[in-house]
């Protein structure tokens, strides 16, 4: 192992120097063509030397990690076989302990998926519930407008049979009163005889009054007695509709009240389903031990070495730390809500079940 990464490092020392042996012929080759390019060459030129001294800063950084990776690598190659060793015996119990909890897990996803369709459809009953109450509640609306209406037309009517009693009420004073002229005519006529030809035209003109407010009167008096009887129909009517309104509403509120019921069970199962599944995460968080990135130095597949460019990363299903290319996918697991990453090997294995 000391060898193979002796080699690597030596390999990688040789590729730098290199670049910088093609990096120096470079810069002389820019400095002998300096005082004939135009100021954009200059620009250029710039820029290369501070990428230049970039990598030198780089270079310099590589080269002192790889100095404490070499001595920390002799200090933990011993520590790293007995450690590897508990892990496999962690791994095993944990594959155990895992196939467990992805079997319980499964068996609460579906149930929860059932729960959730079984609610989507009450859901989707009680939109329709309500698009009919809102329906209810329109034409309700609707028929208090009408009977607000109606009650209005009966106000006028009861105005107007009012009017028509006074007018009633003036018609028989008027007719008292002329009786008692009529009376007084006669009376007069009597004693007056020689005006008895003037008397007898005013009795016959008032006569002719008389008779012509008392049709008046009879007409008037029909004329109520259908107002009052389209009255009695009206509110007749206005009760009647009135109760079946009233009858819808109870109806539909008893509906409301049984779906809010159905509701309100539907949530108190998912509530406990979700704390099961909490349980399940928290359990299997405590039972998956991370690997400590400190310890290790290679990649847990590829066995690639890792340094300030080819960083660490966790598998969030198995713990071990592993390179950015062998770790570069992405699953949701029954522990998290959205995905996260995970190796190869636990991807293939999750996608395949």
């Known amino acids: ?109 579906k149930d929860i998926h059932e729960k959730q369709d079984c609610l989507v459809s009450l859901r989707q009953q009680l939109q329709d519930i309500k698009a009919l109450n809102i329906q209810l509640y329109n034409t309700s609306q609707e028929r208090l407008s009408e009977l607000e209406h109606k009650n209005s037309v009966v106000k006028q009517l009861e105005d107007k049979s009012f009017r028509m009693n006074d007018t009633l009420k003036d018609l028989q004073n008027d007719l008292k009163i002329m009786e008692q002229d009529r009376n007084a005519a006669v009376e007069t006529a009597r004693k007056l005889g020689a005006q008895l030809s003037d008397k007898d035209n005013a009795i016959s003109c008032l006569e002719t009054d008389v008779s012509i407010e008392r049709e008046w009167r009879t007409s008037l008096q029909a004329e109520k007695e259908k107002l009052v009887q389209e009255i009695e129909t009206l509110k007749r009517d206005l009760e009647k509709e009135k109760r079946g309104v009233v009858a819808e509403l109870e109806e539909t509120r008893e509906r409301l009240g049984d779906c809010e019921m159905s509701l309100a069970d539907m949530g108190e199962k998912l509530r406990e389903r979700e704390e099961v599944l909490e349980d399940m995460r928290e359990q299997r968080n405590k039972s998956l031990s991370w690997v400590d990135e400190k310890t290790v130095k290679l990649c847990s597949a590829c066995n690639t070495e890792f340094t300030n460019l080819n960083r660490k990363h966790h598998c969030r299903n198995c713990g071990h730390v592993f390179c950015n290319p062998c770790s570069n996918f992405k699953l949701k697991l029954p522990t998290s809500k959205e995905p996260v990453r995970v190796c190869r090997d636990c991807n293939s294995s999750i996608r395949t079940n």
Do not use: F, P, W
């Open 1 to 109: 192992m000391m060898k193979c990464i002796m080699e690597s490092v030596s390999i990688k020392l040789e590729g730098a120097e290199l670049q910088l042996e093609e990096v120096k012929g470079q810069l002389d080759v820019l400095r002998r063509e300096k005082g004939e390019r135009e100021e954009n060459e200059r620009v250029r030129v710039e820029r290369l030397q501070a990428d230049l001294s970039v990598e030198r800063e780089t270079l310099q950084a590589m080269n002192h990690s790889l100095d404490e990776l070499n001595q920390q690598l002799k200090l933990q190659i011993q520590s790293e076989v007995t450690h590897r060793l508990e892990v496999e015996k962690e791994v095993k119990l944990q594959a155990s302990m895992r196939n467990e909890a992805e079997e319980a897990t499964r068996l609460l996803e």
